[in-house]
T-cell receptor
Framework: AQKVTQAQTEISVVEKEDVTLDCVYE???????LFWYKQPPSGELVFLIR??????QNEISGRYSWNFQKSTSSFNFTITASQVVDSAVYFC??????????????FGTGTRLLVSP | GAVVSQHPSWVICKSGTSVKIECRSL??????MFWYRQFPKQSLMLMAT?????????EQGVEKDKFLINHASLTLSTLTVTSAHPEDSSFYIC????????????FGQGTRLTVV
């Protein structure tokens, strides 16, 4: 069975601090996809990144960076120099990859990030 | 980028009535769509997988007679909450898989349902 664990329920930081959101996953599949989504108070899901299981290269996009380590089944997300607009709930998600195409997402419980001025 | 339109964004209905939520892929075809539910301050849970031209596949514990799903075209899936009760109040969000690539799915904006 697939499972995604986000142990941090809520994190509070002050603007300009760096913050790392943890994500640990479980799957028996050798091919899978990992995602991060941002959910602001308005509710919509904002796609941040997708990573497939064969690509362990870390990625940086502006103030965002992701560290994928298969050895520890982790896919952590770091925001550098956080801003108030980063305040939201962040979800890590896992999807198995099959020949039939993209499958359902299994979401973690989310981490609520509060960035204060 | 690909756009998925979900309508309505929010709805308030009386107990016992039915509510229909639409999920439409605007610039791509989607033979498969996913319906998720999110209770306040909780995670998103898959309710069902909707397949164009066939019956939806429901997750364990989701009542198929209460949550009717119809995927009659390549761009539209609907979720009808029948005989709604206050405990059905939730955030419902759909995701449409791009049939062209089969490797990506895009989320709608979500529908906040309040049953009074």
């Amino acid at each position: 069975a697939q499972k995604v664990t986000q142990a941090q329920t809520e994190i509070s930081v002050v603007e300009k601090e760096d913050v790392t959101l943890d994500c640990v996953y479980e799957t028996r599949d050798t091919t899978y996809y990992l995602f991060w989504y941002k959910q602001p108070p308005s509710g919509e899901l904002v796609f941040l990144i997708r990573r497939n299981s064969f690509d362990e290269q870390n990625e940086i996009s502006g103030r965002y960076s992701w560290n994928f380590q298969k050895s520890t089944s982790s896919f952590n997300f770091t925001i550098t120099a956080s801003q108030v607009v980063d305040s939201a709930v962040y979800f890590c998600a896992l999807s198995e990859g099959k020949n039939t195409g993209f499958q359902k997402l299994v979401f973690g419980t989310g981490t609520r990030l509060l960035v204060s001025p | 980028g690909a756009v998925v339109s979900q309508h309505p964004s929010w709805v308030i209905c009386k107990s016992g009535t039915s509510v229909k939520i639409e999920c439409r892929s605007l610039d791509f075809q989607a033979t498969t769509m996913f319906w998720y539910r999110q209770f306040p301050k909780q995670s998103l849970m898959l309710m069902a997988t909707s397949n164009e031209g066939s019956k939806a596949t429901y997750e364990q514990g989701v009542e198929k007679d209460k949550f009717l799903i119809n995927h009659a075209s390549l761009t539209l899936s609907t979720l009808t909450v029948t005989s709604a009760h206050p405990e059905d109040s939730s955030f419902y969000i759909c995701s449409a898989r791009d049939s062209g690539t089969n490797t990506e799915a895009f989320f709608g904006q979500g529908t906040r349902l309040t049953v009074v």
